[in-house]
């Protein structure tokens, strides 16, 4: 990749990375929270993560509380995955899956993992960056998790990622954005190989 190119890239992501900032103010900032929490459970490439950041680093005091909110709204869209997997495998299921894995390795390393690990596979999706969705749809499809247990498991490896972002923004809000400021170009390149890293992890591991 040419040097202009990734300048480019990154301009944008500082746009949208300061968009995301004013973003946090907006009166509907919250139900969009909640949106992108659901829809990235069952279906949606990007992850939370950084429109939780920005608005718990905008608003401290309230880090907790939108954590609180992308835990629920990503359970809520599990199940919802779930539901996918279960009843619309053949169709809606099917069809997500091509999107993020046409060859059907990452099925075949899913299906071990669950024959292996059990719940474990799934809390490892939960709180790492493996694309969760995946784990979400292919919980329903396969049943080797029941309804409840696979809720459970959403809520602890959820609320354990989101919950320790939220904590680290009340106490260090305000820190957190004067770091990114200075290092933006850093923690975006990190960002993007933990993003990315985590469906080669998913593909090849």
């Known amino acids: 990749m040419k040097i202009p190119v990734v300048a480019q890239i990154m301009s944008g992501a500082r746009r949208l990375y300061d968009w995301m900032l004013a973003f946090a103010d907006k009166p509907y900032a919250t139900r969009a929270l909640f949106v992108l929490s659901f829809a990235e459970s069952s279906f949606f490439p990007i992850p939370p993560d950084p429109l939780l950041m920005a608005m718990g680093a905008s608003k401290p005091q309230r880090a907790i509380g939108f954590a609180a909110i992308t835990t629920v709204a990503s359970v809520l869209g ?89 904590i680290l923004l009340r106490y260090f809000g305000q820190p957190i954005v004067k770091w990114m400021d200075k290092w933006f170009d850093l923690a975006a390149v990190a960002f993007a190989v933990l993003l990315i890293g985590g469906f080669v992890l998913l593909k090849y591991l």
């Open 78 to 166: 599990g199940i919802f995955g779930f539901a996918i997997g279960h009843f619309l495998m053949d169709t809606v299921g099917t069809w997500l899956l091509d999107i993020y894995d046409s060859e059907r390795h990452t099925w075949t390393k899913i299906e071990d993992w669950f024959g292996e690990y059990g719940l474990m596979a799934l809390l490892l999706a939960a709180i790492t960056p493996i694309p969760f969705k995946v784990f979400t749809i292919a919980s329903g499809a396969m049943a080797a998790i029941g309804l409840w247990p696979f809720i459970g498991a959403c809520l602890v490896g959820r609320g354990f990622r989101f919950f320790l972002e939220g």
